[in-house]
């Protein structure tokens, strides 16, 4: 597929639409709830004026986005009402936040915690107080935070509704810095990386004093990211041992929403918190989340268009098109970029020890025609830094001269092919390149287009696809350097810079390097642009990063692209929208993960809208 074949990388290419005009936040998957946060990505800061963006027919032309909602961002909020949402996936893979992976532990956390600071603007990455009221920095490595003092735990009978104070934030960061589980075993903390060396001190039960061991240019993105929600210290003991077991018990609120049911199997159920320190927050008397319907798109469909569900963003953008036209001036349409980016992982711990077989790969796999095989040309290929945080990512016309994004396939294919031969790969015998069974529940077709796509590319036969899950196959597996080779969506993007990631990924310290990339010179780009205060010298040298990166087929963690899903949205509901819909306009949902800590403020019914039902107003939590 030629570069210019894809409206919206023809767009992007050209420079003649904003990145604004089609970034926004939305669904793992395609198939969560554009307008409540629940569902998943990365921006720039730019400055141009926010517009809607366009959206293309199936013939590629261009037409007049949806009727737009007689929601508006300026409508007043109204009280009452639970709100009906999927969630991108059902694959929790522990209680514990500061264990967990899986991003759905991330999503629903931030309904339930709060962080020390949060997100304002989650699309330029501008922070405010959440848990803190006010922060000094007097120096590059000091940061003084002033805490709430009317926040309190839910009410449990663990928490026994104790006051929250800087002790929970002191032990959260020590025991994530350390990795270290109670009884003296090593863990697997996800963040571990990024409080190392950091000393904790709290003069008072309401001020929290960190010392970083060297200046830390994005710390503050990282304190309002979406893992960032502070967990409860007795009810993470109790559930250590037990923390792959899904109970309500273990997640106490401080934040909008309490869990009132969480557990394989069943629908999860969130209540207002009446003891939110947010008065008059949240809105929404709570949030019920079905547990089946992520995995069947017929039946979000018929629940969707029966007001069962109250915003859809299906993996095929055609379907939410079609439901939008038959139900014309009833629902807005909501264009955003998925955050979930998609991502080939190869082991180079074991079978893909030979760079050159990772490059060959990395060639073979032709990102923009996955784009439109899956998903109707609607997408950008991603680098390194994805095309969502268009401020630090490496740019387009630059981006299609490296190997595995050029526009020539004839030259990717020969390329790719003699790497094959020469890394050994005819000896290698069976390639199984798993398909996440969340990802292959959504496109079923994945395995069949990636084996022919794979082994006609390469010349061979030796491609295979089975079905593997997350939790079973990769998560429990990366520590240990032997989860298998897979294609899916990797973590959400959560934050428009992308230093920290980088660091905890392909640093040779990083918490979260599973390949065990060790480049000296990779290193010290990434440990130079962290602490570098000038935001334009950070963005060079991370561009000087990411140049080793592509040259180096990314050490095996192979960022592919990342899409754009089109939601609609029933005009009764005002949903957490970057930009509002108006008169021929469709909205844009954020794009960074981390805005559903927006949810308790942003969220609401109209119940005089025409949409509304009785039906809705009736709804209860069970």
């Known amino acids: 597929m030629a570069h210019d074949d894809n409206y919206w990388v023809r767009r992007l290419h050209a420079g003649s639409v904003s990145r604004r005009r089609f970034v926004g936040g939305v669904a793992a998957g395609g198939v969560g709830a554009a307008a409540l946060g629940l569902v998943g990505c990365g921006g720039d800061s730019s400055s141009s004026t926010p517009t809607a963006a366009s959206k293309t027919t199936a013939g590629g032309t261009t037409t007049a986005a949806a009727s737009a909602s007689a929601t508006t961002a300026a409508a007043t909020p109204n009280d009452g009402g639970i709100y009906t949402a999927v969630l991108g996936g059902t694959q929790f893979d522990s209680v514990d936040i500061e264990r967990a992976s899986r991003d759905e532990v991330a999503w629903l956390s931030q309904y339930v915690y709060s962080k020390i600071l949060r997100f304002s603007n989650p699309d330029a990455g501008d922070v405010e107080a959440d848990l803190a009221q006010k922060w000094e920095t007097p120096d590059a ?60 001190e709290t003069p008072d039960d309401f001020t929290l004093k960190l010392t970083l061991p060297k200046p830390n240019a994005p710390f503050l993105g990282r304190l309002a990211a979406y893992f960032g929600g502070i967990p409860n210290r007795e009810a993470t003991m109790q559930f250590e041992k037990t923390h792959t077991v899904l109970t309500p018990d273990a997640m106490p609120a401080t934040g909008p929403f309490t869990l009132q049911q969480w557990a394989t199997g069943k629908d999860i159920l969130l209540k207002k918190n009446p003891t939110h320190f947010r008065k008059g927050e949240p809105h929404l008397d709570g949030i019920h989340i079905p547990w089946g319907l992520f995995e069947d798109p017929n039946a979000q469909r018929l629940a969707f268009e029966q007001k069962q569900v109250d915003s859809w963003g299906p993996g095929d953008p055609s379907a939410a098109k079609a439901v939008i036209d038959a139900h014309a001036g009833q629902m807005i349409e909501v264009l955003t970029g998925v955050s979930n980016t998609v991502f080939l992982h190869l082991n180079m711990n074991q079978q893909f020890k030979d760079l050159r077989l990772v490059r060959a790969m990395n060639m073979a796999i032709d990102r923009r025609g996955l784009i439109q095989a899956f998903h109707q040309g609607l997408g950008q290929v991603s680098g390194p830094v994805t095309w969502l945080q268009q401020g630090w990512a490496v740019k387009p016309d630059d981006l299609i001269k490296y190997e595995g994004y050029r526009t020539d396939r004839a030259a990717e294919i020969k390329d790719a092919r003699d790497l094959w031969a020469a890394g050994g790969g005819p000896a290698l015998g069976d390639v199984d390149i798993h398909g996440i069974d969340t990802w292959t529940g959504v496109w079923p077709d994945t395995s069949a287009i990636l084996i022919k796509m794979l082994n006609d590319n390469l010349g061979i036969s030796q491609i295979k696809s089975t079905r593997a899950t997350y939790n079973d196959d990769v998560i429990p597996l990366l520590g240990k350097g032997t989860f298998v080779n897979w294609m899916a969506w990797t973590n959400a993007v959560n934050n428009p810079d992308p230093r920290l990631d980088l660091l905890s990924t392909v640093a040779s310290t990083g918490s979260q390097n599973w390949n065990h990339v060790n480049n000296p010179a990779l290193d010290k780009l990434l440990a130079d642009a962290a602490v570098e205060p000038d935001t334009n010298k950070a963005k060079a040298l991370n561009l000087q990063a990411q140049d080793i990166l592509l040259k180096n087929a990314q050490y095996g963690g192979i960022v592919l692209y990342n899409y754009i899903s089109r939601s609609a949205i029933w005009n009764y509901l005002h949903p957490n929208l970057n930009t509002y819909p108006t008169a021929g306009k469709a909205g844009q949902g954020w794009w960074n993960t981390a805005y559903g800590a927006l949810t308790g403020s942003r969220t609401w019914f109209n119940p005089k809208d025409p949409t509304y039902t009785d039906a809705i107003k009736n709804r209860t939590l069970s």
């Open 141 to 200: 490595q000091t940061y003084t935070f002033s805490l709430r003092n009317d926040v309190k735990w839910q009410d449990t009978p663990i928490t026994k509704g104790r006051q929250f104070t800087s002790a929970d934030i002191k032990w959260h960061i020590e025991r994530s810095a350390a990795g270290v589980l109670q009884d003296g075993t090593k863990a697997q903390f996800r963040f571990k990386s990024d409080w190392a060396g950091v000393k904790v």
